[in-house]
């Protein structure tokens, strides 16, 4: 206690920092507490991402098919008798699938009740059947239990993806055919199986018919393209413009160039590529090609800043000691400097490629946002990407394409989980520290 | 970096180009996003027939056109599709660059739909009153054009409920959004007289008013995905979105159609022009190109059968809108002959 008297006690430091310590240790206790909100809060949005995307997407791994007694009749599917592989691919399959459905209800006659009993199996069926008539000849004539896809208002049905309380008018499948698909399913005759065809089939206008096969070997052939095209050449000009050009003006602006281009929106690429490719030296549309060589160049500054950055933290006394030993300038880059930057090299071009595997804007002006069926099987062949593929099937009004979307998102989220993961490993087990 | 690296991208890309360009087996087909969905599935079913599956491009009609256009070589498209007719300026466009001869399909009738969440009470809509709900200006009780005060329904016509007006369509660039103007906003607009006169003496500006949509946000711009805009209608009954009719039948359980003019949206009302917000699609075949590319006229068969694109066929599943028996008669015997069309009058 001090009386007025006294002339007041020096204040000693450490009574200010005492003071101010309880206040100091709140601010960092929030900051940490700010800080791990934001990355729970990142984290949460992630999941929900992640579970709203599983939730409508796991569906598409299962197809419903409906099992059909087929009687492969000699007088639709070979006529003449010859077991002629051209005569049998071109025979009438849906003849054949009509027939056994009809064979399956003897009791629906009418003209409008049996085109509704016809739809309850894809318009995929018919290849199923030539399919089997073709590989094996000998089940012509015969009776054979086939299941068939089904139709995708039957799929979604019998997911629970449309909902048989609502009145029949606001429902895309009619009371009747429930009545028969009910039929069928006490027979066991429906079963929820998985969909190998979403894995091997190309795209279509069917939702139970569509697949990723054809955007998968697209997205392949354009991202070997995409590594052909910008790894050498990203690496090399890193490498010139690191160790060997002059710094002046001009290595300045070259830089404030690269750095600009990464940052780029990836549909200004597009319609280069469209320019300069296409019209230009007549590059062919909506081929891997075309789409490589646009996302070869959106893809090389990122790879040539990251190899660039790589070089530079390779320590200075490895070239020293090369160049000490009587190496070249080059031997010094090729056989000592580069090697050790290999690893970061790598993790930018993986990061690179993921990049150009999640893009889909730059395509769109080269014609790649197309509907193609066919599997592609080169570098000229027409393709679309797995982005695009999305795309496409989101926009589709068929309920179906809703669960396939999302299931085409989850293969497209694994394929980019697969390649930041291999990023991050070949760091950790590469990278050396000096 | 620059020079290196683009010589010799260049250098790859001109080794590469004289191989593929010389021979092609595959159709092309680009255009509008409208007619995609039935071409895609008229593709398909042709490829199960022994021929390779078309390639189709979803670039929008006039995008579409404009490649189709572009010259007459094996490297343009063969078929443009389309959400209207050719103008008469593209199709002197196509012959100042040589392609000569094109054939024009009517393929059908697309409907658009003004539609709502199904937990809303359905609305009997005039096309004066969408006019004067989503023009830019429109006219007051003088007669003068005034911008567009109106914000409720109600204040539309007493008889609509009291909501604020909130409406999802597609943006400018899309085909749907232009048919829409045209069709809509053009047919309240010439509801007044005044405005319908306009068109007599000064056409440019008629166009100008009764097309132009407003942009104080009542008019909601929502992108061209047509899913995106159903599911923002189930969020908010309230609002309203315009699309096209084949969403409107995938979705009958979450939406319903508005009437407009008192006729609601149906497959009927559409094919019988009763419903007063439709249009004709279309498919353009340049001509030059059948013999050289296999397939194009058997392509053009398969759309033109009656099992794709009768009132029973599988376009119908799709949502296109049939053209009546004998204007599907005469329009395929047209497709089949490959007549060439005459200069379009506008």
Known sequence: ?434 | MHKTSLGAVLAVSAATVCAPALARDTINIVGSSTVFPFSTAVAENFGRGGFKTPKVESTGTGGGIKLFCSGSGVDTPDIANASRALKASEFDACEANGVKGITEVKIGFDGIVLAQSKSSKGFDLTLKDIFLALAKDVPNDKGDLVPNPNKTWKDVNPALPDTKIEVLGPPPTSGTRDAFAELALEGGCNSFPALKDLKKSDEKKHKAVCQAVREDGAYIEAGENDNLIVQKLVANPKAVGVFGYSFLEQNAEKIHGAKVNGVAPDYDSIAKATYPISRALYFYVKNAHVGTIPGIKEYVAEFTADKAWGPEGYLADKGLIALPDADRKSSAANAKALTPMAKPAH
Not at chain 1, 151 to 162: I, R
Not at chain 1, 402 to 420: C, D, H, P
């Open chain 1, 1 to 434: 206690m001090r009386t007025a008297t006294q002339p007041p006690a020096p204040r000693r430091t450490i009574d200010i920092v005492n003071a101010s310590l309880k206040r100091r240790y709140a601010r960092e206790r929030r900051f940490r507490f700010m800080g791990a909100a934001a990355v729970a809060l990142g984290l949460l949005f992630v999941a929900i991402l992640f579970a709203d995307i599983t939730l409508k997407g796991y569906t598409a791994f299962q197809q419903t098919y409906i099992e059909v007694p087929v009687y492969f009749d000699p007088a639709t599917i070979d006529p003449a008798g010859s077991r002629d592989p051209q005569a049998l691919a071109a025979a009438d399959y849906l003849a054949v699938v009509k027939a056994s459905m009809r064979r399956l209800f003897p009791d629906v006659t009418e003209r409008s009740q049996l085109r509704e009993l016809y739809a309850l199996v894809s318009a995929g069926a018919p290849q199923q059947l030539q399919s089997m008539a073709l590989r094996h000849p000998g089940v012509i004539g015969t009776t054979r239990d086939v299941w068939l896809i089904a139709a995708g208002d039957v799929d979604m049905l019998v997911k629970g993806h449309l909902d048989r309380a609502l009145p029949e008018a606001d429902r895309r499948i009619k009371d009747s055919s429930i009545l028969l698909l009910d039929r069928l399913a006490a027979d066991g005759r429906i079963e929820k199986r998985f969909n190998t065809g979403f894995f091997t089939n190309g795209t279509s206008r069917e939702p139970e018919l569509a697949g990723i096969a054809g955007a998968l070997a697209g997205t392949f052939y354009t991202l070997v393209l995409t590594l052909l095209f910008s790894f050498p050449l990203g690496v090399g000009a890193a490498l010139y413009l690191q160790e060997f050009a002059p710094k002046n003006r001009w290595t300045d602006l070259i830089e404030v160039n690269i750095n600009n281009l990464a940052a780029v929106p990836s549909i200004v690429f597009g319609l280069l590529g469209l320019a300069v490719f296409i019209n230009f030296f007549g590059v062919p549309r909506s081929t891997p090609l075309v789409g490589a060589l646009v996302l070869g160049l959106m893809t090389l500054p990122v790879i040539i800043i990251a190899s660039r950055a790589a070089l530079q933290s390779v320590p200075p006394s490895i070239r020293e000691a090369a160049l000490g030993v009587g190496a070249s300038p080059l031997q010094t880059q090729f056989h000592h400097v580069l090697p050790l930057a290999m690893p970061g090299i790598m993790t930018g071009a993986i990061i690179g490629m993921a990049r150009a595997l999640g893009e889909s804007a730059p395509l769109l002006m080269i014609g790649m946002i197309a509907f193609i069926v066919d599997v592609p099987q080169g570098f000229t062949d027409s393709a679309t990407v797995l982005p695009v593929q999305i795309y496409l099937w989101a926009d589709s009004p068929e309920r179906g394409f809703v669960e396939r979307t999302s299931a085409a998102i989850l293969v497209l989220l694994g394929f980019l989980v697969l390649m930041n993961l291999a990023a991050v490993l070949l760091r950790r087990r590469f990278e050396r520290r000096w």
